[in-house]
Each structure stands twice: as structure tokens, then as C-alpha cells.
Antibody, heavy 119, light 108 residues
Framework: QVQLQESGPGLVKPSETLSLTCAVS?????????WGWIRQPPGKGLEWIGN???????YYNPSLKSRVTISVDTSKNQFSLKLSSVTAADTAVYYC????????????WGQGTLVTVSS | EIVLTQSPGTLSLSPGERATLSCRAS???????LAWYQQKPGQAPRLLIY???NRATGIPDRFSGSGSGTDFTLTISRLEPEDFAVYYC?????????FGQGTKVEIK
């Protein structure tokens, strides 16, 4: 059974960089599939952030592309998200996910981690 | 960018009733690339339907998806107490993944 677990600071100051890691168990990232990040501001809907393949190939949401970096560490079977120059608008629950066969949908999700941007 | 508009915003129904949720796209979406998710309070979304009409593993057959082009539908044939939740549609196209704003199914 594939399991994903997000980790990282729950509080980030404005203008700083948000950093999260997703540890994957039950499946080797090196075996394939795309892996992604999605966020959800409190009380609002879902926003796709970006995806990465084990080779390092990435896709980013154009609205966040200038501030987002997603990377993968196959030796640790994990992938990471960095979002720079954060503001209060970046306060959200951040989910790491796996994209299903064909890479068009998200079939496995982490439990999510709340990141609050505040001084 | 393809925009997905879900309707209604809130659906008030009783257990045992049929729920019909709509997802309309601003441009044509390949049926292969339309999915539906269920989200309960405090939980991550759960994949229900992919490829417009394929149930994900472990999803009861009271959930069904249909549609093509710009109009897609999620139907819950008979609502169970555990089905009251928020439902999102999602599409993939041109290296972009986007979600609808969600439909809340609440107990009447």
C-alpha cells in the first residue's frame, strides 16, 4: 500500500521560503509515476502546485511557477517542495500526492500539513 | 487554461436519495482526463472516478461518472450517511491540472 507523509514547519514568516518534504513508503519513486503537490487554503478549494518524475522532469502551475521548486531524492524515496517569497495568501493545507497511471489524476494522497504564513 | 465550474454549490438531500453533481468545462476535455474526488472535513481528498467513468479501487458501485466534451456528471444512486461531503472534479490538459470549486452534499 502506497503511503505518503508530509513534513516541515507549520509556521513560516512572510517573505521567507516554505519547505516541505513528502516521504513515500510502499512504493519506490524510482519505479515510475509522477508525484505532486496540491494545496488547499482554509475553507477553500484545491489548487495544483506542481508534479515531478523520478528523472527530475517537472510541471508547475503557471501562477506559482516563478516561486516554486519541486525536487526528488530517490535515495531517500522522497520529494520536496520549496515556495519562496511567501505571503499570507500561501497559508494552506499542503498535500503530497501520486499521479495515477497516465498521470492525469491523483490516486494517493498524504494526510496534509497546515502551513501558516505569519510573522 | 481550462476552467471547471461545478453546480450546484450545495446540494441538500436526504439519505437514500439520488445525487446528481455537474462539472462543466470552459473547453472540451478528453474523457480520459476527467476525475472526481470526495473530501470529508479534516481529511485529504479521495479519488472516486477517473477517466470520467472508471471507479477507483474500493469505490462502491453507487458512485458513477458520465459525460464527455464539456459536460460531466457524478451520480450517487442512493446516498449513504457517509456520502455527505464535498466533491471536486479535476481535469488534465496541456500540462495543467485544474480543479472545480466543489459541490457540498449536505443532509437535508
Amino acid at each position: 500500500q502506497v503511503q505518503l507523509q508530509e513534513s516541515g514547519p507549520g509556521l513560516v514568516k512572510p517573505s521567507e521560503t516554505l519547505s516541505l518534504t513528502c516521504a513515500v513508503s510502499g512504493y519506490s519513486i524510482s519505479s515510475g509515476y509522477y508525484w505532486g503537490w496540491i494545496r488547499q487554503p482554509p475553507g477553500k478549494g484545491l489548487e495544483w502546485i506542481g508534479n515531478i518524475y523520478h528523472s527530475g522532469s517537472t510541471y508547475y502551475n503557471p501562477s506559482l511557477k516563478s516561486r516554486v521548486t519541486i525536487s526528488v531524492d530517490t535515495s531517500k524515496n522522497q520529494f520536496s517542495l520549496k515556495l519562496s517569497s511567501v505571503t499570507a495568501a500561501d497559508t494552506a493545507v499542503y498535500y503530497c500526492t501520486r499521479l495515477g497511471w497516465g498521470s492525469s489524476y491523483f490516486d494517493y494522497w498524504g494526510q496534509g500539513t497546515l502551513v501558516t504564513v505569519s510573522s | 487554461e481550462i476552467v471547471l465550474t461545478q453546480s450546484p454549490g450545495t446540494l441538500s438531500l436526504s439519505p437514500g436519495e439520488r445525487a446528481t453533481l455537474s462539472c462543466r468545462a470552459s473547453q472540451s476535455v478528453s474523457s480520459s482526463y476527467l476525475a472526481w474526488y470526495q473530501q470529508k472535513p479534516g481529511q485529504a481528498p479521495r479519488l472516486l472516478i477517473y477517466g470520467a467513468s472508471n471507479r477507483a479501487t474500493g469505490i462502491p458501485d453507487r458512485f458513477s461518472g458520465s459525460g464527455s466534451g464539456t459536460d460531466f456528471t457524478l451520480t450517487i444512486s442512493r446516498l449513504e450517511p457517509e456520502d455527505f461531503a464535498v466533491y471536486y472534479c479535476q481535469q488534465y490538459g496541456s500540462s495543467l491540472w485544474t480543479f472545480g470549486q466543489g459541490t457540498k452534499v449536505e443532509i437535508k
